[in-house]
């Protein structure tokens, strides 16, 4: 193995062992963090099956959005496309991740191409709401137009893998392969390969200590996650029992 392959292998592993611990942290440090007051966004439901009734829409189809105004709905455009075909592309990936490759995962070869043709144009929307909308660029921080910039950069060096420049896919396998087993291959000699398994390994070190960590976030928000009972439930946080 040749010590460009050694480097980006020991990177792969940094870069997973710091998503891995940095998001158990957040999950953590969500669930210690006190909420003495109930504050569901109402009308909420009492209990928790309700609670669990309330969640899946909103993760499923971001229902919170669809009933907002102009501005919500070109978000929830951007945004659920956004969602949909990050999930479908990387349900194509995984064929290069696992051998032999099971029947479900190549039925979603076909759709997961399209999620990548998709994927930019829902990032494209996303990032000119936050040129032309006044109130939404006056908010906008550095690090809202680099994560998009970051995710497009990923999924256009993608497509360029895919219909311009190819690289040899036997050997993404075998070092992907390499990767999970924990015996090191050859990376494949593909500068555009490198360049689109780099970005994502920049992603997987940005995600813990980022926005993006809404993913986990969003189940246990208190306005959205947190029963409607305080008339039924005395709510102590346990700081203060
Ligand atoms: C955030 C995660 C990732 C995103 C959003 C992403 C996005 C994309 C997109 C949109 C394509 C073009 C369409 C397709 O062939 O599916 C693509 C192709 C490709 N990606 Fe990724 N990718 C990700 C992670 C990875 C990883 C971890 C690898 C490492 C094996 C990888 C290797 C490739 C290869 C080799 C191609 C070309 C496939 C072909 O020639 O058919 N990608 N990627």
Redesign the pocket.
Known sequence: MNGLSSVINLLAYVAATIFVLGFLNKVVLYFKTPSPLKIATTPAPTNSVGVVLRLVPEVLFFRSLLRGGTAEKILWVGGWFFHV??LL??L??LR??VYPVPGWIMSFQQI??W???I??IALLILIVRRFTNDRLAVISLFQDYFVLLL?IA??????????FV??N?VD??S??LGLFSVSPAQV?A?PL?LI??S???I??VYFPFSKLMHAWGVLISPARAQADNPREVRNVAPWAQ
């Not at 999924?155 to 895919?162: I, R």
């Open positions: 075909s990050f592309i990387i194509r990936h290069m991740f997961g191409i999620a990548g043709l994927f930019p995710i990923i999924g256009l060096t993608g497509l360029l893998l895919k219909y190819r690289t896919l993404v396998k070092f992907i494949p593909s390969f689109h398994f970005l994502v390994l992603l997987l």
